[in-house]
């Protein structure tokens, strides 16, 4: 379902730090608590939980990047988790190991909506407004767990498109 090489090891042929520093092995994991919140991914049965909003520099639909006034700017972006694994990195240092390990969901980010004057109106709600389809898949997909802003939902509004409601999300256990 998807490409693997995404997910390409990558070998440093430095003689102070020899052999693999970043594996290919990961371990995948259903679901996540972050500070409290559950999230969820598609490979859960209960489907509550999967849609996030994370931050990120604004892109169009095709990754490439959107300047205006001649600066980028932070768009909040919608998504669906996939799934979440772990990814060790193997770090040495003289006669050292040391394991860290980093959570990371794997997301398809839902495709700009073009309706902007629908966009307005329903940002004077609160609400936002994305395509039911999913933007190209690109290494923005792998984000790392702490980039995760809360929890959203969605639901259908017409044919191709998808209402977000933004959740509040919990900062303490």
């Given at each position: 379902?998807?490409p693997y090489?995404i997910?390409?090891?990558?070998?440093?042929?430095?003689?102070s730090a020899?052999?693999?520093?970043v594996?290919?092995?990961?371990?995948?994991?259903?679901?996540?608590?972050?500070?409290?919140?559950l999230?969820?991914?598609?490979e859960?049965r209960?489907?509550k939980?999967i849609?996030i909003?994370?931050?990120?520099?604004?892109?169009?639909n095709?990754?490439?990047?959107?300047?205006?006034?001649?600066?980028?700017?932070?768009?909040?972006?919608?998504g669906r988790i996939?799934?979440f694994?772990?990814?060790?990195?193997r770090?040495?240092?003289?006669?050292n190991?040391?394991y860290f390990d980093?959570?990371?969901?794997?997301v398809?980010?839902?495709?700009?909506?073009?309706?902007?004057t629908?966009?307005a109106?329903q940002?004077?709600?609160g609400?936002m407004?994305?395509?039911?389809?999913f933007?190209k898949m690109?290494l923005?997909?792998?984000l790392?767990v702490?980039r995760?802003?809360?929890?959203?939902?969605?639901?259908?509004?017409g044919?191709?498109?998808l209402?977000?409601i933004?959740?509040?999300?919990?900062?303490?256990?």
């Amino acid at each position: 379902m998807y490409p693997y090489n995404i997910f390409k090891s990558y070998h440093i042929a430095d003689i102070s730090a020899p052999g693999e520093m970043v594996g290919d092995i990961i371990q995948k994991m259903p679901s996540i608590e972050i500070l409290g919140q559950l999230y969820r991914s598609e490979e859960t049965r209960s489907k509550k939980g999967i849609d996030i909003q994370a931050l990120f520099l604004e892109t169009d639909n095709n990754g490439n990047p959107v300047f205006r006034e001649g600066r980028q700017y932070i768009e909040m972006r919608y998504g669906r988790i996939a799934y979440f694994f772990v990814h060790r990195l193997r770090l040495h240092q003289g006669n050292n190991t040391d394991y860290f390990d980093y959570t990371f969901a794997f997301v398809n980010w839902y495709a700009k909506s073009s309706d902007f004057t629908s966009i307005a109106a329903q940002r004077s709600h609160g609400l936002m407004e994305c395509s039911n389809q999913f933007r190209k898949m690109t290494l923005k997909c792998i984000l790392p767990v702490h980039r995760i802003f809360s929890p959203i939902a969605v639901a259908p509004n017409g044919p191709d498109k998808l209402i977000v409601i933004p959740l509040p999300r919990k900062i303490t256990g």
